[in-house]
């Protein structure tokens, strides 16, 4: 089945995507990138137990330094928007949009598949992210194939995106990664650094209500 | 004219391409990454004085260590192949390659151009790196741009990649270079680190070459 890098934050639907990947019997190879966000660490300490428990090939933890003063989501001590005041229409984008954020990091992770002779890039990618942040969107992962198509050397052969939850929504990635047995338990969502998940910021609210709306219990311990 | 943002080596092709867009009128915001390529440290020297010489608004000097096991050029210590044993044709790619760079480089540029607000990011691509790397294409500006309309939020105009050399050599860039006082005198283009070029190169004797099929005095000291 030959091998898969997977684009992973730590977080719900990366793993979910990572999961698939290896359960249809490929070789995961887990790119997790450091670009400021105030959670890294936590989101490092989860993928590689999330690595451990899937049983990835190798994991890189990668670090690039540009959006550390560009974006609220990556200031050290910024105010992270609570859940309610993030609009979630696509006519505008919420104070936690990381310029083209994975625009750069789907690059990174398209270098490292280049790298291995990886053919496929798994990402998490779904239609809850995708109505605030446009880099989620199927019509930007069909774009971004078709750059590879001229981005790659003459001996490689380009790799693909592949976004297996493109069109999901987060009830319906929690019940998938339930009947995957996807580590759901060892995957971190918050924005913020805490010892457990604040409970409040837009990703956890995502987070609690679609294991709420799947209607499997939530193994997350909140803080409030 | 408004803001322009340059991706820039400090090299001879990506000087040149920001002083055309620094003479078109534009505010011009140099972006430099450090990869881990051997002469990062000159190439910072360089591009810090050309900043001032072409009177560029800022400088960002950006870090990213994705690179650092995964090319020749990135590798320390790795053996730079002399010039002649670089293969300029389109079916082998040289050892030199690093995976998808001009992806991760460009799509930096972009995040940084939407911070700004910046509507153009121009890069020194040309015909001479065109024949050994893709990622140095019309076709793969012409992706790239196409993936900017996805990558953006609704607030924001997609920046444009422009490439005003894609189909010069190096003796004509050399020559429009010139004929615009661009700091020619202060750029590196040597893959090493040393205190001077080093003359044998790749990079190297593609810009000694250009000098002379120019006719234009070579301001650079070599080694060798």
Not at 38 to 59: C, F, K, T
Not at 133 to 148: G, I, K, S, T
Not at 192 to 219: K, M, W
Request: proline share 5%.
């Amino acid at each position: 089945m030959g091998r898969a890098v997977c684009l992973c934050s730590g977080g719900l639907d990366s793993t979910v995507a990572a999961t698939i990947a290896r359960r249809s019997g490929m070789d995961v190879y887990l790119i997790h990138v450091s670009y400021g966000q105030q959670a890294e660490r936590r989101e490092i300490e989860a993928i590689e137990r999330i690595a451990d428990a899937i049983g990835a090939s190798d994991l890189m933890c990668s670090r690039i330094d540009l959006f550390r003063n560009i974006s609220a989501l990556t200031t050290q001590g910024a105010r992270i928007p609570r859940g309610e005041e993030v609009s979630l229409d696509s006519e505008s984008t919420p104070p936690t949009w990381v310029y083209c954020r994975n625009t750069v990091l789907l690059s990174m992770a398209a270098a490292y598949a280049e790298y291995l002779g990886a053919h496929s890039i798994y990402v998490g990618f779904n239609a809850e992210e995708a109505m605030s942040y446009p880099d989620n969107r199927p019509e930007f992962v069909e774009q971004f194939n078709a750059l590879l198509e001229k981005a790659v050397a003459s001996f490689s052969r380009p790799p693909k995106v592949v976004a297996p939850l493109v069109d999901m929504r987060k009830k319906d990635i929690v019940r998938l990664g339930a009947d995957l047995k996807a580590p759901l338990e060892l995957t971190w969502s918050c924005y913020l650094n805490g010892e457990i998940h604040c409970g409040t910021c837009g990703s956890c609210q995502h987070r609690r209500r679609g294991f709420v709306e799947a209607g499997i219990p939530d193994p997350t311990e909140y803080q409030h």
